[in-house]
């Protein structure tokens, strides 16, 4: 099964395909996680990805399509695999469907997660992460542990510099501009299950496993 998380900066693609991955026995591809592990590993991608980021913009598609293109070859996306934070453009969204129809296979759902901007800048302004293991915390429903050590993994916990207030606008202008135009591009095709996201984390979840049947 190939599965698209789509929605909003904060909407909770990364709280949910923790639960996704682990029911559907699917790899997760995160390419935010993906450029956050080769910034902290000061490789060429991360430097590249490193400003876009932190403004709150859009990786150009080249980067991101090499390293999806490259993430895909990896045996275990044989048996399907879920896409969080990809694609985010027409051109990311065109290329993708592209690759999958040359190996006879194609997306099965794009789960929709929508919820008030106003949550959203709430939701992302309060997010812990850590910087090992990706695990996230909220200040308020949900706080790391004092210390600001990860107690899975040892990892520093850290605010991201693009959950900062200047970073948060940007980010939702680049959506509904950028990505927005994906929901009737995956609306013409069918694949669209939408999600009352601004519910409880598990509330979520089932609404999401009910979509998904
Ligand atoms: P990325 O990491 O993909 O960021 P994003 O899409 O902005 O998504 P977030 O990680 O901010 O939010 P989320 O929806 O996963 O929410 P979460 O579950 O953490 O991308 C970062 C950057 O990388 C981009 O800006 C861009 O520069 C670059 N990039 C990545 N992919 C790219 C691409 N394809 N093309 C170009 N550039 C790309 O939840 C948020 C908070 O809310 C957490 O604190 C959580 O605990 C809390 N929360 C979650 N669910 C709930 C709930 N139901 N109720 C209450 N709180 C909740």
């Known amino acids: 099964m190939i599965i698209v998380l789509l929605g909003p900066p904060g ?16 790899p997760h591809i995160s390419t935010g996680d993906i450029f956050r592990k080769n910034l902290a590993d000061g490789t060429p ?10 403004r709150g913009e859009l990786v150009p598609d080249k ?10 070859k990896n045996p275990d996306t044989e048996k399907g695999f879920l896409l969080d934070g990809f694609p985010r453009t027409e051109v990311q969204a065109t290329q993708l469907d592209k690759a999958l129809s040359s190996q006879g296979t194609g997306i099965d759902h794009v789960v929709l997660l929508l919820v008030p901007d106003e949550v959203i800048v709430g939701r992302l302004s309060g997010r812990r992460v850590c910087k090992s293991c990706g695990h996230v915390w909220h200040m308020d429903f949900n706080p790391p542990p004092a210390g600001g050590t990860c107690p899975d993994c040892g ?7 693009d959950d900062m207030a200047e970073a948060i606008e940007n980010r939702l202008l680049v959506y509904k501009k950028e990505t927005g135009p994906l929901i ?11 999600i009352d996201g ?9 609404a999401i496993f009910k979509a998904l049947g």
């Open 11 to 26: 909407t909770g693609k990364g709280t949910q395909a923790a639960a996704i991955k682990e029911r559907f026995s699917l």
């Open 198 to 206: 601004n519910q409880s984390p598990q509330l979520v979840q089932e």
């Open 155 to 161: 990892g520093e916990v850290y605010q991201r510099a």
């Open 184 to 194: 009737s591009y995956y609306e013409a095709k069918g694949l669209i299950r939408q």
């Open 45 to 54: 991608l991360g430097l590249e990805a490193k400003g876009f980021m932190e």
């Open 63 to 72: 980067l991101v399509l090499e390293l999806v293109e490259d993430r895909l």
